[in-house]
């Protein structure tokens, strides 16, 4: 995706959600949940690591292995957004830097 299609994506998913500007952290995970939105991401070692915990949890009925799966995917989707969040984060205080000194 190049940045033009990011921006309107970005536009679409704004124009689609009540926005709150309260703080920086509403503005990032916005930046977030627009990405993610367009960029699907769902590779092949996902599937791979997925098939390997289904592996493991073999035999379970399925609502123990809901109870396993469901926070291991949480817990996965957080640290992805904590992650964008924080390079958005290293990038604007880069630019601020590579700004000051020129």
Not at 36 to 56: P, T
Not at 89 to 95: H, P, S
């Amino acid at each position: 995706m190049n940045m033009e299609e990011y921006f309107r994506a970005l536009e679409t998913y704004v124009a689609s959600r009540k926005l709150n500007l309260g703080d920086g952290g509403a503005v990032l995970s916005l930046l977030y949940e627009a990405y993610g939105d367009v960029n699907r991401i769902y590779d092949d070692q996902i599937k791979a690591d997925f098939a390997e915990l289904y592996q493991a949890l073999n035999g379970m009925p399925l609502q123990e292995m809901d109870w396993i799966v469901n926070p291991v995917c949480a817990l996965c989707r957080d640290h992805e957004r904590n992650g964008f969040i924080h390079g958005v984060q290293v990038g604007i205080r880069l630019a601020q830097e590579v700004q000051s000194t020129e």
